[in-house]
């Protein structure tokens, strides 16, 4: 994110953010619950619109994935997102487009219809604090308990950098 944008939106009414991973039913729809927990507890929800998608449509329509959902509860965010693919509309509608990792990122750049949407395209490692074991939110769809675990983790140290670059 440029200086410029932060400052923009250090001082917006309403800042837009739209969390986007592969499939949108792991890494981006915890994104958004985690999110919206955190801007609940700093008294913040009016001030901020969350949503998550994915570049892929395999999973369109879906809760997120049963693994996530149980992870995510166990640390008391219930996730109710369901599954959508990103549009082009929502490169217009957003402020900040988060992707999870590069795979992410050079999808979204490839989707973004012009130069004004690749500005918007940040990565949750952005916000990641200093000393973070990874400099991605790995997918932990292929893996065990502890690849959800992580996502969790870093998902949740992630948010709360996010929210304060932005407070
Ligand atoms: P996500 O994980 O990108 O964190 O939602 C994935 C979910 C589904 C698939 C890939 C990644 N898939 O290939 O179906």
Request: proline letters at 5%; aromatic letters at 6%.
């Amino acid at each position: 994110m440029t200086t410029r944008m932060t400052e923009r939106l250090r001082g917006a009414d309403k800042i837009r953010v739209l969390f986007v991973c592969l499939g949108n039913i792991c890494r981006s729809p915890a994104a958004e619950g985690i999110m919206r927990a955190a801007v609940a507890k700093a008294g913040q929800s009016h001030r901020w619109v969350i949503d998550s998608a994915g570049t892929g449509d395999w999973h369109v329509g879906e809760l997120p994935d049963e693994r996530m959902r149980a992870h995510a509860r166990r640390r008391g965010y219930d996730l109710t997102h369901r599954c959508r693919q990103i549009t082009r509309r929502d490169f217009a509608d957003f402020d900040l487009i988060v992707g999870m990792d590069d795979n992410n990122r050079r999808n979204l750049m490839r989707l973004a219809p012009d130069d004004a949407s690749r500005d918007k395209i940040v990565m949750m490692a952005d916000f990641f604090s200093p000393g973070a074991p990874v400099d991605n939110v790995p997918d932990p769809y292929y893996g065990g308990p502890e690849g959800f675990e992580l996502a969790i983790d870093l998902l949740e140290d992630a948010t709360a950098g996010l929210i304060a670059a932005l407070t």
